[in-house]
């Protein structure tokens, strides 16, 4: 590395960015013989330029346009990313982006950079939780794009987060990974092509799960295929597709009516006894279009309000303008259909289930193997035993064994559906 317009590497970094500048365009210009290798001028060019980048960045650009007409058309967008490092953040807790750092912090919180396309997902987090502060959120809304990059640096409490994705797909640039809201639970695994997950489920057990693939199709298992691919379960895991295709603002649309009409069939579960909901689910196999029997039993607008409420504020599905159910017909009326369709209507399969439910001994292969926990001396705590596993309560909640593994659920019917699912899977399985 040769010595000119600045003698030591010290210097190089007190250097003021017109001093830098002169010094790259003179580096990049040179030829080779003033260096010892074509290899060292190509080093020194670089660190030149990182060093005015990230010390100087709107002085040094300004300082390269001013003395070379061909510094103008340098890109400084790419290279402003490529000497960040990405990484998966969120604010402590609630979704999860993708964005990138410079390893700097600010109060011991990491400082990050989005991309405009991430931005439009974090402000509207940022406004959720700005509890109705209107200065806070119009100084939200006026952070600006700079050099390609939205600056979420000094201010807030942002953290890097590793996601269990990220481990499975080494190769799978967490910078192009879109916003994943805090609801969805994360089922991806090595073996799959892309990662997956599971915003979620029916009340038998039933999985939605969306396969996120590869920004890039050249890096696809096919490439042809679509990157965004939206499916649900039935009764016995397998899958039918709801929504394929590249546009994450309908995919998540699509979830988010998913969402709505998984939550409104739970809570329709836990209101009604074993009985009821037998009888509900026979009812809608016949039940005309829009009808559903559970207005039989109960009041199911008031169970559909309830499940609106604790599903559409989700801030990367967002709300738009829908500020009451009334203003949001088309997005319940869909949920409505896909939960009596799918949900609320009895199959063989689902019927099978619901009898179990009822005396926990009607399905040979799911009969107990030994006695109610109940009465086993010492025990005092409620429980049925199974091929397949058992079911025990754990205070007020509610233990699955299955193998090696277990599982709490809040109610009994979750804690049901979740030992009949893997029941359902193993059986097919072997059909």
């Not at 590497?9 to 960015?17: G, L, S, V, Y």
């Not at 988010?256 to 836990?270: D, P």
Request: charged share 25%.
């Amino acid at each position: 590395m040769r010595i000119r317009h600045i003698a030591t590497f010290a210097e190089t970094i007190r250097a003021t960015p017109l001093t830098l500048a002169r010094e790259y365009l003179s580096a990049r210009d040179a030829t080779v013989h003033e260096f010892l290798r074509e290899e060292d001028r190509a080093a020194y060019v670089d660190v030149l330029l990182a060093l005015g980048r990230f010390q100087h960045r709107d002085a040094f650009a300004s300082a390269l346009k001013d003395l070379d007409v061909t510094a103008g058309a340098l890109e400084l967008e790419p290279s402003l990313h490529s000497l960040m490092r990405p990484v998966a953040w969120s604010f402590g807790d609630g979704a999860t982006f993708a964005g990138y750092t410079d390893d700097t912090r600010w109060n011991g919180f990491l400082n990050i950079w989005v991309t405009p396309t991430t931005w439009p997902y974090v402000l509207a987090e940022l406004v959720a939780g700005a509890d109705g502060d209107t200065d806070l959120i119009e100084q939200y809304r006026r952070t600006a794009e700079v050099d390609g990059l939205v600056s979420l640096t000094h201010s807030l409490t942002t953290s890097e987060v590793t996601p269990k994705w990220a481990t499975f797909f080494v190769d799978y640039p967490i910078a192009t990974m879109v916003p994943i809201p805090q609801s969805w639970t994360d089922e991806s695994w090595r073996h799959e092509t892309a990662p997956s997950f599971g915003p979620c489920s029916g009340p038998l057990g039933e999985l939605a799960q969306i396969w996120i693939d590869y920004e890039d199709p050249a890096r696809r298992e096919i490439p042809e295929a679509t990157r965004f691919s939206f499916c649900r379960r039935d009764a016995i895991g397998e899958l039918t597709s709801v929504y394929a295709g590249d546009d994450y603002e309908e995919a998540v649309r699509h979830v988010a009516i998913e969402q709505l009409a998984c939550n409104f069939a739970h809570r329709l579960a836990r209101m009604l006894d074993p009985t009821e909901w037998q009888d509900m689910r026979l009812r809608n196999r016949t039940a005309g279009a829009g009808v559903c029997a559970s207005h039989d039993f109960l009041d199911a607008n008031m169970v559909m309000l309830d499940a609106w409420r604790a599903t559409r504020d989700d801030v990367i599905v967002g709300s738009g303008d829908a500020m009451t159910l009334a203003s949001d017909l088309d997005h319940v009326n869909a949920a409505w259909t896909v939960a009596t369709r799918h949900y609320l209507a009895s199959d063989d399969k689902g019927a099978r289930f619901d009898a179990w439910r009822l005396t926990g001994r009607s399905v040979p292969s799911l009969s107990a193997e030994g006695h109610d926990l109940a009465t086993i001396p010492p025990s005092d705590s409620a429980g049925r035993v199974y091929a397949v596993g058992f079911i025990e309560a754990a205070g007020s909640a509610w233990m699955v064994n299955v193998a090696n593994s277990s599982r709490s659920f809040d109610t009994l019917i979750d804690a049901e559906a979740h030992l009949w699912s893997v029941f359902a899977s193993a059986e097919s399985a072997h059909v």
